[in-house]
């Protein structure tokens, strides 16, 4: 189990847009390890390679269901609309309202290099929308409606 340390907003990296993966190495799969075990040691639901100052196209999600990695994902169909609060490890403490489709379809690769077609609802839908935006350099604070604001309870970050 390997934490790795969390970027946050203000750090360059966090800006810039990140690079395909041509091949899951051991190297990548270890990358992946340590981005699930940070994920979880920070009570987050997503985490983005740039986060831990890696910039390749990989994602790990869970919304509870168990984890999910993406490697290359590309959205490819979003449809509906959810309005609500949004946080991001990489602004810990922090949450704002942001509106997301209510339904995302993602194709990517999993952690041995198949291709996996995922399609969320709500947070899910939410969680890969928010973790592909890493990948471009863009943090959901680009998206907030109305103010950023101090969480006062323990709520899901991304
Ligand atoms: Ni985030």
Redesign the pocket.
């Known amino acids: 189990m390997a934490i790795r340390k969390i970027r946050t907003m203000g750090d360059k990296i966090l800006t810039k847009k990140c690079r395909q993966v041509e091949e899951v190495t051991p190297r990548i799969r270890q990358l992946v390890e340590d981005m699930l075990d940070t994920m979880y040691d920070a009570c987050g639901v997503?985490l983005?390679a740039p986060?831990v100052g890696i910039l390749k196209r990989i994602v790990v999600i869970d919304v509870g269901e168990g984890p999910l990695v993406l490697i290359n994902p590309v959205i490819t169909q979003t449809s509906g609309e959810q309005t609500g609060e949004e946080g991001?490890?990489?602004l810990p403490g922090k949450s704002g309202v942001v509106t997301r489709p209510n339904l995302v379809t993602v194709k990517a690769w999993n952690e041995n290099m198949e291709e996996i077609t995922v399609t969320g609802e709500g947070l899910l839908a939410r969680a890969i929308c928010?973790?592909c935006d890493?990948l471009e350099g863009i943090?959901?604070v680009e998206h907030v409606e109305g103010e950023i604001h101090d969480v006062e309870y323990d709520s899901e970050?991304?």
């Open positions: 997503g983005a986060q991001c490890l990489s928010h973790e890493h943090m959901y970050e991304e």
